[in-house]
């Protein structure tokens, strides 16, 4: 990882004053007030029923949807334990609350939430600041806690992973069932974001392959493919009886907000739910020489 920096100052007459800068390895430095943020929004608006002002107040409005899924998974799957990679301050615990509240439906929080992170200062939030639920940490990788878990992680995070593809196949065919973003190029491609974290984007070919041969039912809810070919997809999967409990429960929602477009559009529930097969099928259509 390459070295960063924070700023902080002030606007005056449209001009820049510095008050401090800092130097070094600070990610976290700038993470973890992000996420904080988040938590603080959560809690503060958890009964709210206007999902667009919420999601204008979250850094990522996309973590609404995201996390819509973790909580369908844990309900019809009813797993006793849940597992994200990547886990920062495990701020998912808030927006399960949320959902819980915003569909009037019941959710058991004595579960296990399993999470590694490589910052230490994460850790220790977690740590603390969830005494009241069993929380599990780690700083590296625990497959051991994969077996029978809800998974979840998100796509940037797993692709600061050199091995992200054989990861995700052991965890696939570990875990219960889960759900994650995940961004495809045609050749194995590497760079640097501008945080000082490297990518590394996997084949789409190879990656494909891997999903179509793990042991469980695939579907995916969303996908692109950009003018470079990169093709970007939204992977759940688990077995054949919970994907389709998982369909019914996203189509009733589905009909029970179908008057409210903003919201749809906010929690995702306005895509189409694809088999894997249907969507390379749609990608070939885009992309010709994408498996040539």
Known sequence: MKKNYLEFGIFSNGKKKRYEIKKGNL????????????????????KTKNINKLSKLLHHK???????????LLKISQSKSFYEYGQTLYEKIFFIKFFSNFLKTNFNYNINWYGNDISELFNFFCNN???HLKIHTFKKFDIKKIDKTVFFAKGVTLLYLRNNSLLLENIINKS?????????????????LNTGKKLYFP?????LKMLEESNKKIIVKNFSVDK????YLEIIYGNESLIRNFKI???KLNIKFKNNPTLLRILGLNFKLYDLKDIKIKTLKKIKTLWS
């Open 27 to 46: 990610y976290d430095w700038y993470m973890l007030p992000r996420y904080f943020n988040d938590i603080f929004v959560l809690d503060r608006y958890k």
């Open 62 to 72: 996309e973590d609404l949807k995201f996390n819509l899924i973790n909580f369908i």
């Open 129 to 131: 600041f969830y005494k």
């Open 176 to 192: 219960n069932c889960g759900s994650f973003d995940i961004s495809l190029t045609k050749k194995k491609t590497n760079f640097y």
């Open 203 to 207: 084949n789409s070919k190879n990656f």
């Open 228 to 231: 470079k070919n990169k093709i």
């Open 249 to 251: 429960y996203y189509q």
